[in-house]
């Protein structure tokens, strides 16, 4: 599919390190209050050395200069260590602004492997050694740790910032959402999905049923507009369904001294704060986020990509960095973790495999977000999302992560380019947004009905008679398919053709 009208940019172009241009290996196994553990591997991944070493310099130029004792003059070092909290850190900028490689490997990775070499042990040496022998055993998944300069650095930490603090902010609402229903257990008649400004100006000022059942709407609804900004037909439909809510919870509960009233509405009214709190420092980061990401993509490139959005930019700029350390698409697909597991054995090779999830959760979750955008606006999209779903069986969620790891690789070629993303048809003609969404609507609607089945085949899996005619003839190969496909109404047996009805029977 062709993304823009900027010619395919070659992989040699945009990315120049080898994995293996270092002749000896330091694998690291960082300590949080204890000292790091160090095991050096010659080209050949013989071990030479182990050392202990703490975050100082003189210590770190002692381990370097271990590392590279009898190897020849302008050999490198490959630096190795899993992102143990910030341990990481001033290990990988001593050695990289050395002109030495280092390598952050997923702790899932690390721990499979550090399974092979210590059986029943676990030791920092065992840990190190495992990290020494990773270049040798995946070094095609490996990339190099590119330090960021100022403002890029700047956004990496704030883009971080602000995604702990979403979801703490998220957890402290569904905190007040369980303390609500404690008290009011017909929670739900108001409070369908999330704890809205509007709501949390009622429980803040009334979280005891007792108070809030005996207020006049009228009244509620003028302080609810006062202190969230909201519509006066908004408040009044908000505050008459509160008030019922409170007087089904005294219908119910009356005054029975197991529920502790006040003192559920004192810590609602705490976690209240709090979340008041967390708002005020989100809106703070975001602004300075802003600044960072202007500085770093001033034409605002990665905002140009379907879907994406004023968040969506600084954390796509930030995730991916230099475009150039990736070589080619299937690595930026396999560093968000968007890409399947692989699975071969001898010559087969098992497809539809879960997805590794590695990385970060924060990228592929923003991702996911604005590939279920991208899919109403983007043709090419909206015909991936629309192949999975009718074609292959695959349900929504599956679908959109599918649509997501061509997102990302779409985002890292915008970014290389830099060139604005250019929305075109299937057959690679320019349109449009309105344009891209009237061809979304007119030729890549999944039928409802299509959506009802996989949801229902998501939630069931095998529908009874096809467990039993799998039973019947102890196999499932002919009744296991993928979603609800098109299926033959006839099955063999024994040499002889049987109908599937007749088989539930």
């Not at 062709?2 to 070659?10: F, G, T, W």
């Not at 396999?334 to 999830?357: H, I, V, W, Y």
């Not at 604005?370 to 983007?378: E, Q």
């Not at 061509?406 to 320019?430: C, I, M």
């Amino acid at each position: 599919m062709v993304i823009s009208d900027s010619p395919v940019i070659d992989k040699h172009d945009i990315y120049k390190e080898d994995p293996m241009e270092a002749t000896r290996v330091i694998g690291v196994d960082l300590g949080i209050a204890s000292s790091h553990v160090a095991v050096i591997c010659d080209e050949t991944g013989e071990v030479i050395g182990r050392r202990q070493f703490r975050p100082k310099r003189p210590s770190l130029e002692a381990l370097e200069a271990a590392a590279l004792d009898g190897a020849e003059e302008g050999t490198g070092l490959c630096v190795v260590m899993e992102p143990t909290g910030a341990a990481w850190l001033p290990v990988a900028v001593f050695f990289i602004r050395r002109g030495h490689t280092v390598y952050r490997v997923s702790s899932s990775k690390a721990s499979d492997l550090r399974k092979f070499f210590s059986r029943h042990t676990k030791t920092n040496a065992i840990d190190a050694l495992t990290l020494a022998k990773m270049p040798a055993v995946d070094a095609a998944a490996l990339l190099p740790l590119e330090l960021p300069e100022a403002a890029a650095a700047s956004l990496g930490r704030r883009v971080r910032a602000v995604n702990r603090l979403i979801e703490q902010l998220a957890r402290h609402k569904e905190r007040i959402r369980a303390l609500a229903r404690q008290v009011m257990p017909a929670l739900a008649d108001v409070v369908v999905s999330e704890i809205r400004g509007a709501d949390l100006v009622v429980l803040a000022n009334y979280g005891d049923p007792r108070v809030l059942a005996g207020l006049d709407p009228e009244n509620l609804a003028d302080q609810v507009v006062r202190q969230s900004g909201v519509g006066r037909a908004y408040a009044m439909r908000r505050a008459g369904a509160w008030i019922s809510v409170a007087q089904d919870a005294i219908e119910l509960y009356g005054d029975d001294p197991a529920v502790a009233f006040t003192d559920v509405a004192e810590e609602i009214a705490s976690e209240i704060a709090i979340v008041r709190l967390l708002q005020a420092e989100i809106v703070r980061h975001e602004e300075r986020r802003e600044h960072a990401y202007r500085a770093v993509d001033p034409q605002e490139i990665a905002r140009s990509l379907p879907g994406v959005g004023a968040s969506g930019g600084p954390v796509l700029v930030a995730a991916i960095g230099r475009p150039g350390r990736f070589p080619n698409a299937s690595s930026v697909r396999r560093f968000t973790g968007l890409a399947p597991r692989a699975s071969e054995t001898g010559n087969s090779d098992r497809k539809g495999q879960p997805m590794s999830k590695a990385g970060a959760s924060w990228l592929r979750d923003q991702l996911f977000m604005s590939a279920n955008v991208a899919r109403r606006i983007d043709p090419q999209l909206a015909a991936i999302y629309y192949r999975q779903m009718v074609e292959n069986g695959a349900h929504h969620t599956k679908a959109v992560c599918i649509v997501a790891a061509h997102l990302a690789e779409r985002a890292w070629l915008t970014l290389a380019r830099q060139t604005p993303y250019v929305l075109r048809d299937v057959d690679g003609s320019e349109v449009t947004v309105a344009e891209g969404k009237a061809i979304v609507a007119e030729r890549y609607q999944v039928p409802d009905e299509v959506r009802r089945r996989r949801r229902s085949h998501k939630k069931t899996g095998k529908v009874p008679h096809s467990v039993l005619g799998a039973h019947s003839h102890g196999s499932h190969h002919q009744v296991d398919r993928r979603g609800d496909l098109p299926r033959p109404s006839t099955v063999t047996i024994n040499g002889s053709t049987v109908k599937r009805a007749m088989i539930a029977t």
